[in-house]
């Protein structure tokens, strides 16, 4: 498969989001913030979805020149609208108000509606780690997962994220679904079989193919307990910020539906780790970190370069397809 510089990768999908009418920084900031998954690992939410938010730049389900409003503004509470626009340059914008607003007041929470896709929800947690704050974000998208015992996909598959900032920083970013969906996308772009226990069809029955699932629902990791985690999850976005629910939100691998805007929501939490303690000094951070390596462990995320820090010259590995997509 073909392998790329990061900074050739960030110039050219900049590049792309430019053409496309994206204004240069908002373009920049969103190239950074989907070429980090590609060097995270994470190929199903890297410049393999590029083509797809081109395509609705292209229809209009994502407005190219979209401003943020301000809808709620409070001293620890900001809603922003986001006017239809990307989402990877709009909950970044949210994560660093959150993260100066937690620096004076201690919390901070900033919701962002209408908006779109923000790629991996782990890197927006950033912002805060790199400033010392705890950090907490959600988001939602297109409804894929069915509740608990039902047989109608009502849940998207509601991640959540979150980041310590320990030495290393602790990452947390998972769906609470049994697979990502984009994970089953890249799936089924290489023809390959999923894992049990992963999907279902249309109909409900489980299905190892990847083109079925994506045309089905996803399972709940952890059976009902995922489930739960889910409600949580669109009753903070969807339910609550709006202005839609996931199981009304455009599908963004179903081309029939490019020209229809996502309005997706999302929500995020800054906390400044240093005010937390009961008891002032606190050495157990460190204590914990320390422990976690003794007993042979290490931190989730630990592994995953500073998305803010990335060095242009490190190299991704992305599949032929997106390489040919893309005219690299």
Same mark, same amino acid.
């Given at each position: 498969?073909?392998?790329?510089?990061?900074?050739?990768?960030?110039?050219?999908?900049?590049?792309?989001?430019?053409?496309?009418?994206?204004?240069?920084?908002?373009?920049?900031?969103?190239?950074?913030?989907?070429?980090?998954?590609?060097?995270?690992?994470?190929?199903?939410?890297?410049?393999?979805?590029?083509?797809?938010?081109?395509?609705?730049?292209?229809?209009?389900?994502?407005?190219?020149?979209?401003?943020?409003?301000?809808?709620?503004?409070?001293?620890?509470?900001?809603?922003?609208?986001?006017?239809?626009?990307?989402?990877?340059?709009?909950?970044?914008?949210?994560?660093?108000?959150?993260?100066?607003?937690?620096?004076?007041?201690?919390?901070?929470?900033?919701?962002?509606?209408?908006?779109?896709?923000?790629?991996?929800?782990?890197?927006?947690?950033?912002?805060?780690?790199?400033?010392?704050?705890?950090?907490?974000?959600?988001?939602?998208?297109?409804?894929?997962?069915?509740?608990?015992?039902?047989?109608?996909?009502?849940?998207?598959?509601?991640?959540?994220?979150?980041?310590?900032?320990?030495?290393?920083?602790?990452?947390?970013?998972?769906?609470?679904?049994?697979?990502?969906?984009?994970?089953?996308?890249?799936?089924?772009?290489?023809?390959?079989?999923?894992?049990?226990?992963?999907?279902?069809?249309?109909?409900?029955?489980?299905?190892?193919?990847?083109?079925?699932?994506?045309?089905?629902?996803?399972?709940?990791?952890?059976?009902?307990?995922?489930?739960?985690?889910?409600?949580?999850?669109?009753?903070?976005?969807?339910?609550?910020?709006?202005?839609?629910?996931?199981?009304?939100?455009?599908?963004?691998?179903?081309?029939?539906?490019?020209?229809?805007?996502?309005?997706?929501?999302?929500?995020?939490?800054?906390?400044?780790?240093?005010?937390?303690?009961?008891?002032?000094?606190?050495?157990?951070?460190? %204590?914990?970190?320390? %422990?976690?390596?003794?007993?042979?462990?290490?931190?989730?995320?630990?592994?995953?370069?500073?998305?803010?820090?990335?060095?242009?010259?490190?190299?991704?590995?992305?599949?032929?397809?997106?390489?040919?997509?893309?005219?690299?």
């Amino acid at each position: 498969m073909p392998q790329l510089t990061v900074g050739s990768a960030i110039e050219k999908a900049q590049g792309l989001l430019e053409a496309a009418g994206v204004p240069s920084e908002q373009a920049v900031t969103t190239a950074r913030c989907i070429v980090a998954s590609d060097r995270w690992g994470i190929g199903s939410h890297g410049l393999m979805r590029l083509p797809f938010y081109l395509a609705r730049l292209q229809a209009g389900g994502i407005k190219a020149d979209a401003h943020l409003k301000t809808v709620t503004d409070l001293p620890s509470l900001v809603v922003f609208d986001g006017d239809d626009g990307l989402g990877h340059w709009q909950l970044q914008h949210a994560a660093e108000v959150a993260a100066e607003r937690a620096m004076i007041n201690g919390v901070a929470a900033v919701g962002v509606g209408r908006s779109n896709h923000c790629g991996a929800l782990g890197i927006y947690v950033w912002p805060m780690i790199n400033r010392g704050l705890v950090g907490i974000a959600f988001s939602t998208g297109p409804a894929v997962m069915p509740p608990w015992g039902g047989n109608k996909a009502l849940l998207s598959t509601s991640p959540l994220a979150a980041g310590i900032p320990t030495d290393p920083p602790t990452v947390i970013d998972l769906a609470t679904s049994a697979v990502a969906r984009g994970k089953i996308q890249a799936k089924a772009q290489a023809g390959a079989e999923l894992e049990p226990g992963w999907a279902f069809t249309k109909d409900g029955a489980p299905t190892t193919d990847a083109k079925e699932a994506l045309a089905g629902m996803l399972a709940p990791l952890g059976g009902v307990k995922g489930y739960a985690v889910a409600v949580l999850v669109e009753s903070i976005t969807g339910m609550l910020i709006g202005p839609t629910l996931a199981k009304n939100i455009p599908d963004m691998f179903a081309a029939s539906q490019d020209a229809l805007p996502q309005q997706i929501s999302h929500f995020v939490i800054a906390i400044d780790a240093a005010k937390l303690s009961v008891d002032g000094a606190n050495n157990r951070t460190k %204590e914990f970190v320390s %422990e976690v390596g003794t007993a042979g462990g290490r931190l989730p995320g630990a592994n995953r370069v500073n998305p803010e820090k990335l060095k242009l010259d490190d190299e991704i590995t992305i599949t032929d397809q997106v390489f040919a997509q893309l005219g690299f």
